[in-house]
């Protein structure tokens, strides 16, 4: 008989992103959904969650927390930190798969790994994890072509490029025991001259409702390889999510990162 489901306090429940989070963890054999945390000026702060409505929307964080096994945190940058401190107080795991971080953002959670287990990506698809790897391997196999990266979002997307991006392209410029930050280009225009040999492009298009598209190119003489990811709907980041928060589950201390879980080959039950 299956024991009772661990508890998810999900932060940024009412978003896109926590919508399907939410959706999803209602048929989900091993965790379920504890507590919809949202900011105290959220209009759906006292509300029932539609895909569990014995729960309210909920701005008490701390109670959230103490009554649920897990955390996944969708919010904002603005609410990390604080979201951070809380599971660190409570002792708890936390899957982090919000946007838009700063490095001293991301310096900070992987610095909170040495209190409890924790896991930032900034793809949660296990499809562009599994993408970023392949890059990786291509990237020192084929040293001699040149690495271009194209991607796709919706029209509403703040940030370009996106963070997916800038993901594949530190993991083609550390295959080649580089640094995005040495070898990217991002605008092209005008009279750029010949292209600088060992830049990686990261090039960004806005449109449509497009969830997100990912492709690597490796380009060489004669030949090329597209390394290509296209994700159709939003489930795809929600369901990484949950499985990441499964994997945390009983984890030592430490920071951790989706290709953790996709590496560890753990399907835990789903």
């Not at 900011?39 to 759906?44: E, G, P, T, W, Y």
């Not at 409890?116 to 392949?134: D, F, H, K, Q, R």
């Not at 800038?166 to 040495?182: I, M, Y």
Request: proline fraction near 4%; charged fraction near 25%; charge should be negative.
């Amino acid at each position: 008989m299956m024991g009772e489901r661990r508890k998810v306090a999900l932060l940024g429940a009412g978003g896109r992103m926590g919508q399907e989070i939410a959706a999803l963890l209602h048929s989900d054999p091993l965790l379920s959904l504890g507590a919809a945390i949202e900011s105290v000026d959220s209009r759906l702060i006292g509300l029932p969650v539609s895909s569990a409505p014995e729960l309210l929307y909920d701005s008490d964080l701390g109670r959230g927390i103490l009554h649920c096994d897990v955390g996944i945190d969708f919010s904002s940058p603005d609410s990390l930190r604080r979201s951070v401190e809380g599971f660190v107080q409570a002792g708890k795991p936390l899957v982090i798969g919000t946007t838009g971080l700063t490095l001293a953002d991301r310096d900070f959670v992987r610095e909170m790994g040495a209190h409890i287990p924790i896991l930032w990506s900034p793809n949660m698809s296990l499809g562009v994890n599994l993408l970023a790897i392949l890059a990786g391997q291509a990237a020192r196999a084929l040293e001699e072509f040149d690495a271009e990266i194209l991607e796709i979002h919706h029209r509403n997307k703040k940030d370009a490029p996106s963070g997916t991006a800038l993901f594949l392209g530190e993991a083609v410029a550390s295959a080649r025991n580089g640094t995005l930050s040495q070898s990217g280009v991002f605008v092209r225009h005008g009279l750029t001259g010949e292209r600088e040999e060992g830049s990686i492009g990261v090039m960004a298009l806005r449109g449509g409702d497009v969830p997100g598209d990912h492709t690597v190119f490796f380009l060489g003489a004669g030949e090329r390889l597209e390394l290509t990811h296209r994700a159709e709907s939003r489930e795809v980041f929600a369901r990484g999510a949950i499985r990441a928060a499964a994997f945390l589950l009983g984890r030592p201390t430490g920071f951790y990162t989706m290709a953790d879980v996709l590496l560890s080959g753990e399907d835990k039950g789903r």
